[in-house]
């Protein structure tokens, strides 16, 4: 089954078309596009598309959080987390979602079938469009002369995303604002840090974790109750 091309003159033997492959084809995958090991590399890769997008997802509601909070009190010097614009892009209008959408959109188009319906927010579609790839990804690999592209797009989708939740950019610990936590005796007082990769402020003076967005408002609250309190005792408050 499993026969070696052999060197027949003048014939070129077909090979894989994902660009970063170009195996020669088994004999088994006759007529085949791209080979089974890309089909099933890719196929891995969709499937982990949702969980990682949900990941930066709530990145970017963390750091659109702090911007909106951080602006509002007078007097709060609390700098926002850094909004990561690689996160943006991924989460926004033009990102992942819409980059899966085109690849669903040109299969759909070769197969014939109408354009990808509307699927929502990019929360909502990415999983959709995930879902569709996944079952159809076997016809492509089959039939469709062009997948090699869309499985090195795919690739590299799924590397920026990866890239991001992994934290292998070190985008680095920023500080945000004094621990608000009262212990023995009065106010912990920590400085905190925060890093947009990771979802969790731990206090190294009273051990405090906040890790929800919910969490993460109430620190912000209490710290902005902190800031006026002191202000008021000083006798600057507005
Ligand atoms: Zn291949
Ligand atoms: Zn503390």
Redesign the pocket.
């Known amino acids: 089954m499993h026969d070696h091309p052999t060197d027949l003159e003048g014939y070129e033997w077909p090979t894989c078309v994902n660009p970063r492959c170009n195996r020669e084809l088994w004999v088994s995958e006759a007529g085949r596009w791209a080979c089974r090991p890309c089909e099933d590399a890719t196929a891995k890769r969709i499937a982990e598309l949702p969980g990682l997008f949900r990941q930066l997802n709530t990145t970017a509601s963390l750091m659109r959080g702090a911007r909106r909070s951080g602006g509002g009190t007078s007097g709060s010097k609390t700098p926002p987390i850094p909004p990561r614009l690689e996160v943006l892009a991924l989460v926004g209008p033009g990102g992942a979602a819409a980059r899966l959408r085109d690849i669903e959109d040109a299969w759909r188009n070769v197969l014939g079938w109408t354009v990808a319906p509307w699927r929502g927010s990019p929360g909502q579609a990415v999983p959709e469009h995930a879902t569709f790839l996944i079952n159809n990804l076997p016809w492509a690999c089959d039939s469709y002369e062009s997948v090699g592209q869309d499985i090195d797009d795919l690739r590299r989708l799924h590397s920026e995303c990866t890239a991001i939740v992994n934290g292998e950019r070190k985008p680095g610990r920023v500080a945000i604002g004094f621990?608000p936590?009262l212990?023995d005796d009065g106010l912990?007082?920590?400085q905190?840090t925060a890093s947009a990769a990771s979802h969790r402020v731990h206090?190294?003076?009273?051990?405090?974790r906040w890790e929800t967005l919910g969490e993460w408002r109430e620190l912000r609250a209490a710290q902005d109750a902190v800031a006026t309190e002191q202000a008021e005792s000083e006798g600057v408050a507005a």
């Open positions: 621990c936590v212990v912990c007082g920590q905190l206090c190294s003076g009273c051990g405090s």
